[in-house]
């Protein structure tokens, strides 16, 4: 190999790294963002999955309750336990509709349980993402038709 052809490949190769810099500082935004984007997907899905969760375990709680006043209370412990168990850390709102405790004992009837829980995105840090969503989630339950007042 001649010297002529030595600068060449030393040339090349200066021009290479030259290139690998420039499409690193291109490449390394789009996979920051990326990997936020899928953050943030992934947050609101666990979210989404717990909030359901809690508003089935409140509800089936108020379902087994002998009285209004126990079903309301055990339905909010419940739903507050369940996210605080799996890691979602928000002030939920539960809101229940107990109007089946006002059918006889025998008859049949239902409760439901509404849990409302906003997660926090703007720990995340993305430009132009909302600093949060509002996730609700709502479950229905068969109230105990054996069930005996006190």
Do not use: W
């Not at 409140?58 to 996210?83: G, K, P, Y």
Request: net charge positive; with cysteine; aromatic share 2%.
């Amino acid at each position: 190999m001649t010297v002529g052809e030595r600068t060449l490949v030393h040339a090349d190769r200066a021009r290479d790294a030259g290139n690998a810099v420039v499409e690193t500082a291109i490449l390394a935004p789009v996979f920051i963002t990326l990997l936020a984007g899928l953050l943030v997907v992934m947050r609101v899905a666990h979210g989404s999955a717990v909030v359901a969760q809690a508003a089935a375990d409140a509800a089936r709680q108020a379902s087994i309750a002998r009285t209004v006043r126990q079903a309301r209370a055990e339905a909010n412990t419940s739903a507050m336990h369940t996210l605080r168990d799996r890691g979602l850390h928000c002030t939920p709102s539960v809101r229940l509709d107990l109007s089946g405790f006002k059918r006889p004992v025998g008859q049949p009837a239902t409760v439901s349980a509404q849990v409302i829980c906003v997660i926090r995105l703007s720990d995340i840090g993305l430009p132009g993402m909302p600093g949060a969503r509002t996730v609700t989630k709502t479950h229905r339950s068969p109230i105990d038709p054996y069930r005996g007042t006190r």
